[in-house]
């Protein structure tokens, strides 16, 4: 059986597996936010934007 203490550990490293997984997702989206913004204004091609979103995922 698992120890009270041990319970609040697994516990807490949950949540903070969880909060760096929010994070990083929400670097995401801001990132593609930003991308979309650029092609509205004009500032970057399309084709440019998607070459970023890919190379930002590491493909």
Known sequence: ???LFDQEKAVEQF???KKQE?????RKEGYDELL???VKAGEL???KAAQYAEMARGK
């Open 22 to 26: 929010g994070r990083k997702e929400g």
């Open 36 to 38: 979309r913004n650029l």
């Open 45 to 47: 091609s399309l084709e």
């Open 15 to 17: 949540g903070y597996e």
């Open 1 to 3: 059986m698992m120890a």
